[in-house]
């Protein structure tokens, strides 16, 4: 069983910057970690992952360049570092794991795991 818990969220203004954290119980050194995120009236939309046995990264296009997904060992988290930040943004943003590789690390259907969620309004 793994438990995730994002952190990090808040309030800011358009081209602010936030890095969300994901904190997971136990070693996930093999795990895929997804960011995901839902806006609100909207369907849970996939935002960034990355394959923590070969530091593979996936990012939805429109953060492509703006978003950062990367992992940090020593405390067993994965971040997810945003940059010029957009009212488009504003969304509960959710981690998500798996253990091991998936084809589709875009979807959510390939994770089994998922934390609480983490509220990020972006203000313009």
């Known amino acids: 069983q793994v438990q995730l818990v994002e952190s990090g969220g808040g309030l800011v203004q358009t081209g602010d910057s936030l890095r969300l954290s994901c904190a997971a119980s136990g070693s996930f050194s093999t795990y895929t970690i997804g960011w995901f995120r839902q806006a609100p009236g909207k369907e849970r939309e996939f935002v960034a992952a990355i394959m923590l046995k070969d530091d593979s990264t996936y990012y939805k296009d429109s953060v492509k360049g703006r978003f950062a997904i990367s992992r940090d060992d020593a405390y067993n988290k994965v971040h997810l570092q945003m940059n010029s930040l957009k009212s488009d943004d504003t969304a509960v943003y959710f981690c998500?794991?798996?253990?091991?590789?998936?084809?589709?690390?875009?979807?959510?259907?390939?994770?089994?795991?998922w934390g609480q969620g983490t509220q990020v309004t972006v203000s313009s």
């Open positions: 998500a794991a798996r253990f091991g590789f998936t084809a589709y690390p875009m979807n959510d259907f390939s994770y089994g795991y």
